[in-house]
């Protein structure tokens, strides 16, 4: 009954930008933080940002500050991910996350969508 389903990702250049989409099915979307995860085969699976139920607060990777910005929108049950100034090094499948704020046992995750930062 719960899906995510990320889309947006592809192939940019180096300076470019993409937008990220989250959308979400199945749950109350306003009871859960949200979080966007990205991964690179051989690598662990790094937390890239987060977001509270209603949006009040915000947290970024140290990598991707400045440069990326998290949002959501409860009423239409999406969240997004704006990447700025993208580098190779942000080359990952990046995964949607969702985590209920009371019961943090209950999280989601979608398939993932790849992003290729490459000239």
């Known amino acids: 009954q719960v899906q995510l389903v990320e889309s947006g990702g592809g192939l940019v250049e180096p300076g470019g930008s993409l937008r990220l989409s989250c959308a979400v099915s199945g749950l109350v979307l306003s009871a859960h933080d949200m979080s966007w995860y990205r991964q690179v085969p051989g690598k662990e699976r790094e937390l890239v940002a987060t977001i509270s139920t209603s949006g009040e607060s915000v947290n970024y990777a140290d990598s991707v500050k400045g440069r990326f910005t998290i949002s959501r929108d409860n009423d239409k049950n999406t969240v997004a991910l704006q990447m700025n100034s993208l580098k190779s090094e942000d080359t990952a499948v990046y995964y949607c996350?969702?985590?209920?704020?009371?019961?943090?046992?209950?999280?989601?995750w979608g398939p993932g969508t790849q992003v290729t930062v490459s000239a």
């Open positions: 996350n969702g985590r209920h704020s009371n019961y943090h046992i209950l999280e989601y």
